[in-house]
């Protein structure tokens, strides 16, 4: 409108119609194809509106840009058009992904039984919720159960194995079954899972999986602890804000490389003290491997002891905002974290 305004007072050597073009081309990078349509449609008005000013409507001169304005406008609604199609498309593509993401990577309950519970999960991959680092809980009828591991590798190509590891847990978890039995089903389903999606035999030696498995009893004040492979949890005591690393006795090796007789032995669980207040941490080593400028791992042990009075979630908030402060602003690795914080435990235990 502001353009065939200002071309009446231009003199008649200066024609400015031919920037009507740009009101078009404006609105289709940012607008869709009823908006570019419309913009186009009074652009192409506004140009006749000019050329009756100067009555050179008829002219070859109009007439040429009339014809090429109406061009670049129809050209822009069918890009418009095209792009809208794509954009749908993706938005239903990313709905689904999103949607199947977190089918395999189920975010945890706030309470199971007894036992508080918080996660944090970042993705090394942009927009993925999911990656190379797992976790999940189930309840028994008396305890509550745990999971966290890292599959070999990180990112969007190690989903596969994600979703193998989590659903032989989610599969048994739930059973009346120990511990043990437990860790042997899902390293079963893992080594059928790695030997019947690998392209080869050398591929999957170099396939697996390390792993953290624990059971909280409800009417006892311990936590039972299986680790293949994987870095040892902490504990925090709700008095004197002592942080303690359980280190398993008798680890065993870690998810798929028990395949072809390379483990064989029976999976020891070790009990630790575990009281109503204390909180378990579990993590990845995307959380301790992660630097900070000069390249120091990040110390977490000595982090947790700072925020010993914190419940589960802002204790997880916290480790999250100051791990990511470490690094710079940007953790470069799949990264897993869960806090369970025992609740009472009943008098007759």
Known sequence: MAIPVADAFLPPDIHVAHLLAVATAVTAVGAG????????????????????????????????????????????????????????????????????????????????????LASEYHSSEADAYVGGDLYASARTSHSTRLIIGDVRGKGLASISDTAIVLGAFRAAAHRDIPLPELVAYVEDAVRWGLAEFSASEADLAERFVTAVMVDIPDDEP????????????????????????????EPAPPLGLA???????????????????????????????????????????????????????????????????????????????????????????
């Open 222 to 249: 311990v936590v039972h602890v299986v680790s293949c492979g994987h870095p040892p949890p902490l504990l925090l005591r709700r008095a004197g804000a002592v942080v303690t690393t359980l280190q398993v006795p």
């Open 33 to 116: 194809t009823r908006a570019t349509t419309l913009v186009g449609s009074v652009a192409l008005l506004a140009l006749v509106a000019a050329g009756v000013e100067r009555h050179t409507l008829l002219t070859e001169s109009v007439l040429v840009e009339l014809g090429a304005l109406a061009a670049v406008s129809a050209l822009l609604v069918v890009f418009t058009h095209l792009r809208d199609r794509h954009e749908q498309a993706l938005v239903r593509a990313r709905s689904v992904s999103d949607t199947a993401q977190r089918v395999v990577l189920r975010p945890l309950p706030e309470r199971a039984g007894p036992v508080w």
């Open 259 to 349: 395949f072809g007789g390379m483990y064989d032995g029976m999976y020891v669980p070790a009990i630790f003290p575990f009281h109503e207040g204390d909180r378990l941490i579990l993590y990845t080593d995307g959380v301790t491997e992660a630097r900070d400028g000069s390249g120091e791992f990040y110390p977490l042990a000595e982090r947790v002891a700072i925020w010993a009075d914190r419940a589960p979630g802002p204790l997880v908030e916290a480790i999250t905002a100051d791990l990511e402060q470490y690094a710079g602003g940007r953790v470069d690795d799949d990264m897993a974290m869960i806090v369970a914080q025992r609740g009472r435990v009943p008098a007759t235990a």
